[in-house]
């Protein structure tokens, strides 16, 4: 079944480290994106990628980075620099217009 | 991108219709409106999306009046599975441009 896979579900890290989300999709969209939601929140869009090699900054991209050499991969790295990295972190995707958009599961990230 | 008003909460009884009103007042003539469904630790799920009158679907409804700057999903015959957080959303056509996420309506299902 196609559809988007993030990975890992849950992840500790230290404060101070890098870290970086994974985000796969075998759906051939070509549009990828990643959000991030706080406890009780809307999801806030972090960085967008409409094709490969090109990506765009969202609302809330600083301390955050992206990559996008495939077009089946979005991974997003929380740097050092993200002053409160513990959140749930969406990665979706959108195809043709009848079909909104695709998400997946989330990553709970959790800095201590 | 235009902007979207709904309600924080509502709460319903098993068996009703719920239906959960949002506006967007700026919306322009390019942009549809889509409806996304959250439960707890995961995703928002696709509903239903339209441009303009009436969109059903085998879940849900989407009722848009002449002038757009208002929509309402209507749940028929809601049971406590449907208790989520329900977002409504301004999205525009021919673009892979961003979305943008209000805090959305909270709905409790009562048995």
């Known amino acids: 079944d196609g559809g988007i896979t993030q990975s890992p579900k849950y992840l500790f890290r230290k404060e101070g480290q890098n870290v970086t989300l994974s985000c796969e999709q075998n759906l051939n969209h070509d549009a990828m994106y990643w959000y991030r939601q706080d406890p009780g929140q809307g999801l806030r869009l972090i960085y967008y990628s409409q094709i490969v090699n090109d990506f765009q900054k969202g609302d809330i991209a600083e301390g955050y980075s992206v990559s996008r050499e495939k077009k089946e991969s979005f991974p997003l790295t929380v740097t050092s620099a993200q002053k409160n990295p513990t959140a749930f972190y969406l990665c979706?995707?959108?195809?043709?217009?009848?079909?909104?958009?695709?998400f997946g599961s989330g990553t709970r990230l959790t800095v201590v | 991108l235009a902007k979207t008003t709904q309600p924080i909460s509502m709460d319903s009884y098993e068996g009703q219709e719920v239906n959960i009103t949002c506006s967007h007042n700026n919306i322009a003539t390019n942009d549809y409106i889509t409806w996304y469904q959250q439960f707890p630790s995961q995703g928002p799920r696709f509903i239903i999306q339209g441009y303009k009158t009436k969109v059903t679907n085998e879940v849900a409804s989407l009722f848009i009046p002449a002038d757009r700057k208002s929509s309402t999903l209507s749940l028929p015959r809601v049971s406590l599975s449907d208790t989520a957080v329900y977002y409504c959303l301004v999205a525009r056509y021919s673009s892979a441009s961003k979305i943008i996420f209000g805090s959305g309506t909270r709905l409790s299902i009562r048995p």
């Open positions: 979706a995707s959108k195809g043709g217009e009848a079909y909104g958009y695709t």
